[in-house]
């Protein structure tokens, strides 16, 4: 468990003369679950962009799963997955299309993809839906589909980027329960979100703000470390000192 | 191999299953097609003409003969007297009027000359002048078929003969037109909009992330708007072949490698266009305005370049459908092959060349 697979070294990104992104270092082991909190703005999805291999660091180092940002962009790819804060599956196509497509892509081979999309539907409960049309879906199982698909390959990470936007608790509570299943299988979860109460459920969290990693430990190290009696208060003490606004 | 197909594979479904697309892609041809080639024509059809024969000789006959077999004209009635000449104009029952004078035959073949009076009703020049034309192409027609065995001393006709449209048909003009304007439109608008509305629905992401190489998602984007394209192309080609008489004289295949030259131009327009915007609308919206006017305009298939003024015609330089249409033209109309069209061609390609890379430059620069 001791691995490390996500690892960052002063990671900057800078857009001109604001700092987006500002030297932050950490790491992250395999199978664990890493949550990456912050306002508005904070510069977490720019963080994550970096990681995903979708924007070049300005400075600083990082490396996924052991492949280096700058160099091996490509074999990153093949070992990340990722669902991003826009639901992100094609409307237009019906569930089995879009699995079909997206392990596809990933060059997953015929055989294994009719395995895998069937494993799939039957975990999601989706048997009878899967003819029909993604679009006629509730949001939450879209949202569930949408990470199943995200890891349809077996990635190493997979990064999730405020996956639950919108949702309801109740479906909330069903996604994490698919992100534990996914991390019990050894993938590495790193996940950005917004609501304080899916921070409990990670097994550590970086909390950003304007651009800089201000906190970082356990959930409950955290708290006692503030010595606040829920997450909610730990974000508004580090987050009132925030000089960005929020977007 | 497996990521392209699986990927052109999605991509007709999105095609497919969306009606408004689909629309678009084989309405917006078919509807062209018949708009121009029924509706708006500036060649005339069956148009009234009444005759007034003091003649009534072989010769006025045979000539009346001939215009009441033309698609020009229909024959409304036939005058008595100069009398009616005016009354036939204010009733608007005919817009010309052809007057045959007495002993026609004999004065033609006796005098060598002879005049027809043709009177028509000028409130709309245009087509008083198209008409007075048809008559005296028919008249001259006649003259040549007709005379040619009598012994004609020195006598100057002007003959005049319409080289590759005989009949002045507007659609040998106007189908390449269409073809320009359709392959233009349909191409640059399917692909801007559908590579924005990936950016749009947050699935592009997820495609760059992916291990797919992006020039690969662009590319097969890309391919099966162009096998579209040729399809609709060819459903224009047999509609006015065979709907609207349209002649053929060239090479298929000539016809089939240009117009693939136009395509592959318009699909990298719309990548470059995709490339700047990032809303759906911004993208239908630059797709039209940026292309649907200019080419309807500075194409030559509605007005003739060579009158407009200078810096009209150097606009007109820098849009691809002005060279598809030279080119389009010479093969279909005149038959002409790549020897006559090669500087079209080269300009053409040129164009091609330069917008597929600047949109791949910019494509690439995005990714950073």
Known sequence: MDKIVIKTDNLTKRFGDFIAVDTITFDVKEGEIFGFLGANGAGKTTAMRMLCGLSIPSSGEASIGGFDVYREREKIKKNIGYMSQKFSLYEDLTVAENIRFFGGIYGLDSQNLKIKSQEMIQSLGLESQKNKLVASLPLGWKQKLAFSVSIIHEPKIVFLDEPTGGVDPVTRRQFWDLIYTASERGITIFVTTHYMDEAEYCNRISMMVDGKIKAMDSPANLKSQFSAESMDEVFFELARGAQRKAD | ?368
Not at chain 2, 51 to 70: C, H, W
Not at chain 2, 127 to 147: D, K, W
Not at chain 2, 196 to 202: I, P, S
Request: aromatic share 10%; glycine share 4%; charged share 15%.
């Open chain 2, 1 to 368: 191999m497996r990521q392209f197909f699986t990927f052109v594979s999605k991509e007709f479904r999105h095609v497919f299953r969306d009606r408004k697309t689909m629309l678009m892609l084989f309405g917006l041809p078919i509807a062209q097609i018949l708009l121009f080639g029924f509706a708006l024509t500036n060649e005339i059809k069956d148009s009234k003409i009444a005759i007034l024969d003091l003649a009534k000789d072989p010769a006025s006959r045979a000539i009346i003969e001939k215009i009441a077999s033309s698609d020009q004209f229909e024959i409304a009635s036939s005058l008595q007297s100069q009398a009616g000449i005016e009354e036939t104009f204010k009733k608007g029952s005919s817009n010309l009027v052809l007057v045959f004078p007495v002993n026609f035959n004999e004065d033609l073949l006796g005098q060598n000359s002879v005049q027809i009076q043709v009177i028509a009703d000028a409130s709309d020049p245009n087509e008083a002048n198209t008409l007075t034309n048809y008559i005296n192409f028919i008249v001259a027609s006649y003259q040549r078929e007709e005379l040619v065995t009598e012994a004609i001393p020195l006598q100057i006709i002007t003959e005049i003969r319409m080289l590759y449209n005989p009949e002045l048909k507007g659609a040998t003009n106007f189908v390449p037109g269409v073809m320009a304007l359709v392959l233009m439109l349909v191409c640059t608008l399917m692909t801007s909009v559908s590579i924005v509305r990936e950016k749009e629905n947050g699935t592009m992401e997820i495609l760059l992330v992916s291990p797919m190489n992006p020039f690969l998602v662009i590319v097969s984007k890309a391919i099966p708007y162009f096998i579209l394209s040729l399809v609709n192309l060819t459903v224009i080609l047999l509609l006015s072949i065979f709907l609207l008489d349209m002649p053929f004289n060239g090479s298929y295949f000539l016809f089939y490698f240009e117009s693939s030259l136009l395509i592959i131009a318009a699909l990298s327009l719309g990548l470059l266009i995709s490339t700047s915007t990032n809303s759906q609308q911004a993208a239908m919206l630059i797709s039209l305005m940026g292309m649907l006017v200019p080419t309807m305009l500075l194409t030559g298939f509605m007005f003739p370049l060579e009158n407009m003024p200078v810096p009209l015609q150097l606009i007109s330089d820098i849009i691809p459908s002005r060279w598809y249409y030279i080119i389009a033209k010479s093969i279909m109309i005149k038959g002409l092959g790549f020897a006559a069209i090669w500087k079209e061609t080269l300009i053409l390609f040129s164009m091609t060349v330069f917008f597929l890379t600047i949109s791949f430059k910019k494509f690439n620069i995005r990714l950073q």
